[in-house]
C-alpha cells in the first residue's frame, strides 16, 4: 500500500471557538505512517496520531497546553492493488488517554475499526478514510466517546510535484447527536532537502458544521518527511 515511511508534522489554528466566539486552538498533530511487511502478500501500516495542543478561551475563559489523546490505527493492506486499481487497508484502531490535562482529552480508552481505500490515476488521488471508536474503560466520571470520522478525499499531483486536495474530516458524536464538518482546501509542494523528500503544505478550513462552542475557521500549515524503505 505504501513504499515509503512518511511523518507529517501537521500545524493546526482554528478561531471562534469557546462559549464567547473568542476561543483559539493551536494544535500540532504528529503522525508517523510505517509500513511493516507481514508477508509476500500482506503489509501493515501503522499509523499514529499524536496531538499537541495550546487553546485558550474554549474552556471558559482558561487555557490549556500539553498532548491530547492519541490514535492508534493498523491497517492490513495487500501489496497488490485489487481489481481496477483500488488500494485498501482495513483493521482496528485505538483511542489512547495521553492527555497530559484532563480538558485536553476524554480519560477514556477506546477502540473500533478503521478503513482507507483510494485510487491513483492520471495524477488524480481519490478515496476516503473512515474509523468508528467506542470507549470501553476509563474515568467513570468522563462522558463515552462514541464517534464515527469520516475522511473522503481528492487530490490532483501536477508534472511538477504540485498537488492541490479537497477533504472533508467529518466527525459525527452519536453521544450529543452532533456533526463537526470542516471543509480543507490546501496545496503542497514536493522538494528535496538534500537526497531528503520533503512536502510542504498549507490551506484553510470552513466549519460548515459545528458545536454551539466549536470553530468556524481555521488554518493548517504542514510539513511532511518522507523516508525510503
Same mark, same amino acid.
Request: net charge neutral; aromatic share 14%; charged share 15%.
Given at each position: 500500500? &505504501?513504499? &515509503?515511511? +512518511?511523518?507529517?508534522?501537521?500545524?493546526?489554528?482554528?478561531?471562534?471557538?469557546?462559549?464567547?466566539?473568542?476561543?483559539?486552538?493551536?494544535?500540532?498533530?504528529?503522525?508517523?505512517?510505517?509500513?511493516?511487511?507481514?508477508?509476500?502478500?500482506?503489509?501493515?501500516? +501503522?499509523?499514529?496520531? &499524536?496531538?499537541?495542543?495550546?487553546?485558550?478561551?474554549?474552556? /471558559?475563559?482558561?487555557?490549556?497546553? /500539553?498532548? +491530547?489523546?492519541?490514535?492508534?490505527?493498523?491497517?492490513?493492506?495487500?501489496?497488490?492493488?485489487?481489481? /481496477? /486499481?483500488?488500494?485498501?487497508?482495513?483493521?482496528?484502531?485505538?483511542?489512547?488517554?495521553?492527555?497530559?490535562?484532563? &480538558?485536553?482529552?476524554?480519560?477514556?480508552?477506546?477502540?473500533?475499526?478503521?478503513?482507507?481505500?483510494?485510487?491513483?490515476?492520471?495524477?488524480?488521488?481519490?478515496?476516503?478514510?473512515?474509523?468508528?471508536?467506542? +470507549?470501553?474503560?476509563?474515568?467513570?466520571?468522563?462522558?463515552?466517546?462514541?464517534?464515527?470520522?469520516?475522511?473522503?478525499?481528492?487530490? #490532483?499531483?501536477?508534472?511538477?510535484?504540485?498537488?492541490?486536495?479537497?477533504?472533508?474530516?467529518?466527525? #459525527?458524536?452519536?453521544?450529543?447527536?452532533?456533526?463537526?464538518?470542516?471543509?480543507?482546501?490546501?496545496?503542497?509542494?514536493?522538494?528535496?532537502?538534500?537526497?531528503?523528500?520533503?512536502?510542504?503544505?498549507?490551506?484553510?478550513?470552513?466549519?460548515?458544521?459545528?458545536?454551539?462552542?466549536?470553530?468556524?475557521?481555521?488554518?493548517?500549515?504542514?510539513?511532511?518527511?518522507?523516508?525510503?524503505?
Amino acid at each position: 500500500m &505504501l513504499a &515509503l515511511i +512518511s511523518v507529517p508534522i501537521q500545524n493546526n489554528l482554528d478561531w471562534g471557538a469557546g462559549p464567547n466566539g473568542d476561543g483559539f486552538q493551536y494544535k500540532v498533530n504528529i503522525q508517523p505512517v510505517i509500513p511493516i511487511t507481514l508477508s509476500e502478500n500482506w503489509n501493515v501500516i +501503522s499509523r499514529t496520531i &499524536l496531538p499537541v495542543v495550546y487553546q485558550e478561551n474554549i474552556i /471558559g475563559t482558561s487555557s490549556q497546553s /500539553g498532548l +491530547s489523546d492519541t490514535l492508534q490505527s493498523l491497517f492490513f493492506s495487500p501489496k497488490a492493488p485489487a481489481k /481496477g /486499481g483500488w488500494i485498501w487497508g482495513a483493521g482496528p484502531a485505538f483511542l489512547i488517554p495521553t492527555a497530559t490535562d484532563d &480538558l485536553l482529552g476524554a480519560e477514556k480508552w477506546g477502540a473500533g475499526p478503521t478503513a482507507v481505500v483510494l485510487k491513483q490515476e492520471k495524477g488524480w488521488t481519490y478515496g476516503m478514510l473512515a474509523n468508528h471508536i467506542w +470507549s470501553f474503560a476509563g474515568e467513570s466520571g468522563r462522558q463515552n466517546v462514541n464517534a464515527t470520522f469520516l475522511q473522503p478525499f481528492v487530490a #490532483y499531483t501536477t508534472k511538477k510535484q504540485t498537488t492541490f486536495t479537497f477533504n472533508t474530516e467529518t466527525t #459525527y458524536d452519536w453521544e450529543n447527536t452532533q456533526w463537526t464538518v470542516p471543509l480543507n482546501l490546501m496545496v503542497a509542494q514536493l522538494v528535496k532537502i538534500g537526497k531528503l523528500p520533503v512536502q510542504f503544505q498549507v490551506g484553510g478550513r470552513y466549519y460548515a458544521e459545528h458545536a454551539s462552542n466549536g470553530p468556524e475557521w481555521g488554518l493548517r500549515f504542514s510539513v511532511t518527511f518522507l523516508f525510503p524503505k
